[in-house]
């Protein structure tokens, strides 16, 4: 989704925006909003979808608090996509999508004292009483997962996904030999129950696991919460039973039961699913009285952190008696009845040993730190990204620097600054190179930018990644054809640009070791197939810089062919939605370019399609054509994006909020704030779910 310049780009930004909201109270203002939500639903991207956050927990919410203050003072602006309007965001799609029984929400977090003691007394408030039981528990630091068990037998497992529907996972999680296929869970009265987990590799396995692929000549894998995520998605059970996952189970979130036999308290469920042969917290949780205890645990099991047999980031900390959790009730994103204790950021010091140079797919020049091999939260780090010549500047880094390394929210390492003061005289200044690292042609730094970048567009490195990005899952999606076989052929010669894709010598690569016959033909079929890709995806695989997948389907829709943008004018292309002066010049620029043209021309003889196929078609016949919708709530017969499509697809319009703009507002269940808004406008229509797919053309 996004690739190495975008991501490089949007964690620039994201440092930037760290760095006002650490130096003024509010720096959040109606032009800047937008590039907020971009950078937050970039973050949920990488922690949701790739399992590899590049920013810790304290972070994102200090960036989603901006958003949540801003978007209260200003509702009008809340736009429906924006992170505080969901739970979470979507996953790949390698498994069927299924939709869990509850939301799975996420926790609010707390970093200090202070926070549990404010979150407590909210909760005192809420409840009338004076003091509350808790339930303590490890945070895992897995992948989480979310069970069904139906009469005694595990019906499906499923990921987390976006918290509404994940992607369904039981022909795996069978493989998890500390996970029963059955459990009596009738002898408690439970007809079906519905259990939230996390699935984990334990740091002893996960070693061997990673000096196996590290003996295989394969990349290990940077910490056991990766390795356990992505063995959930792997297509070969056999080889998920061989990688020795374990699953804790810690919440029972929805249970049908012919009696009342069940526990009534969060820790009699726990003791309950150790009882019927679970692996739950019961021997690490502890049940005390008042908030003061539980800031004593916590500190307390923070010191051990290191001694347990798997990794944890934090405790979390729940009320225990469940009728208690029922009336504190939940926020459109948390529960209030529960808080995540976060742990504090991994830390230690090595050595500034030098600095290489990479070159992204934009032309963006990247330097790389190599350092004194050090250990930070179970991972060995020897190389940092230093992102750009302004943070090097800024965090006056010199070569031969002893430097202080940090793991925030066990993730990737960061320096958090250098030891000026342990200087010796030996260290030498970072230069940053005037010409291209790899190609030698002299840098350009653009008016108001932080990076320096080769514009040669024929650079080897800037021509493998924009093959890379061209060929990958969300452009033209040519499967059997990642980033590995890609440099290969590249560096034999076999591939020199992204036309190259589609003249391959299939006898050639025939020859080579791991290209069998059955490969061999799956490659084939696989580019074959892409050549038919919708316009869009050829427009995002095109790398046209700042425009991604959203702007590329703004694109799509507005030709026939994709060679009309020849005879666009920037102010025409400033007219469609969301396409402003520096995207528009970038569009222009890449249309009147006689490589791009010529790369276009010849990738329509090789047989792709720049044809719009699917255009819109503008529809007027319909109890929905030229009316406008928003959507609130959980909808239970239509999936948000499938409602929202039906909307397009006959001739509505969908808007970001409540305002006079709206006409019809569809309420699920738990709607929010938007309903209430909507109340106090006469002219907008709330319906139901049931009511709006009455309006919709019925099928024949």
Known sequence: MYDNSQTKKLQSKTSDWLLAAREKSDPVTTGKVDSLREILRFHEYRYYVQNDPLISDEEYDILYKLLEKFEKVHPELVTQDSPTQRVGKGLVSSFPKVQHLVPMLSLENSYNADDLLDWDRKAKELSGLSEIEYCVEPKFDGASISLIYDNDQLYRSATRGDGVVGDEITINTRQIKSLPLSAKFSSYGIEQIEIRGEVLINKNNFKKFNDKLIEEGIPPFANPRNSAAGSLRIKDTAEVGRRNLEAFLYHVSYITATDTRQPTTHSGMLEMLWNLGFRSPKKEMLVVKGIDKVIQHVE?????????????????????????????????????????????????????????????????????????????????????????????????????????????????????????????????????????????????????????????????????????????????????????????????????????????????????????????????????????????????????????????????????????????????????????????????????????????????????????????????????????????????????????????????????????????????????????????????KIISEEEFIKMLPQEK
Request: with cysteine; proline share 3%.
């Open 300 to 684: 307390d099991f923070e010191n051990k952190r290191d001694t347990l047999p798997y990794e944890i980031d934090g405790m979390v900390v729940k009320v225990n008696d469940l009728q208690l959790q029922e009336r504190l009730g939940m926020t459109s994103h948390h529960p209030r009845w529960a808080i995540a204790f976060k742990f504090k950021a991994r830390q230690a010091t090595s050595k500034l040993l030098g600095v290489n140079f990479q070159v992204g797919r934009t032309g963006a020049v990247t330097p790389v730190a190599r350092i004194a091999a050090a250990a930070v939260g179970g991972v060995t780090v020897t190389s940092i990204s230093i992102h750009n010549e302004e943070y090097i500047k800024e965090k006056q880094l010199m070569l031969g620097d002893t430097i202080l390394i940090e793991r925030s929210g066990d993730v990737i390492p960061q320096i958090v600054k250098s030891f000026t003061e342990l200087r010796t005289g030996s260290e030498e200044a970072i230069q940053f190179p005037t010409s291209c690292p790899v190609c030698s042609h002299q840098l350009f730094k653009p008016e108001g930018e932080a990076v320096w970048r080769c514009i040669n567009i024929n650079c080897p490195a800037q021509v493998v990644e924009r093959i890379i990005h061209f060929v990958s899952k969300d452009a033209m999606d040519i499967k059997s054809f990642g980033e590995a076989n890609v440099r290969k052929f590249f560096e034999l010669g076999l591939l020199k640009d992204v036309p190259g894709i589609y003249e391959l010598d299939y006898e050639v690569i025939g020859q080579l070791p791991g290209f069998g016959k059955k490969s061999l033909d799956n490659l084939q079929a696989a580019i074959t197939s892409s050549k038919s890709q919708p316009l869009h995806r050829l427009i995002y695989g095109l790398g046209i810089r700042y425009v991604g997948e959203t702007t590329a389907k703004t694109l799509a829709n507005l030709v026939n062919d994709l060679m009309e943008f020849t005879d666009y004018t920037e102010e025409q292309l400033q007219q469609a939605e969301d396409i402003g002066v520096k995207v528009a010049g970038s569009i222009y620029r890449f249309f009147h370019d006689a490589e791009n043209l010529h790369m276009l021309r010849k990738l329509e003889q090789l047989g792709i399609s720049l044809k719009n196929q699917k255009k819109q078609v503008i529809v007027t016949d319909t109890p929905l054509a030229g009316q406008t919708f928003l959507f609130t709530g959980t909808l239970n017969r239509l999936k948000r994006s499938d409602a929202e499509e039906k909307v397009e697809e006959n001739g509505g319009k969908l808007v970001s909020g409540v305002s006079s703009k709206l006409n019809y507002l569809v309420v699920g269940d738990d709607a929010g704030s938007k309903l209430e808004k909507a109340k106090k406008i006469q002219t907008i």
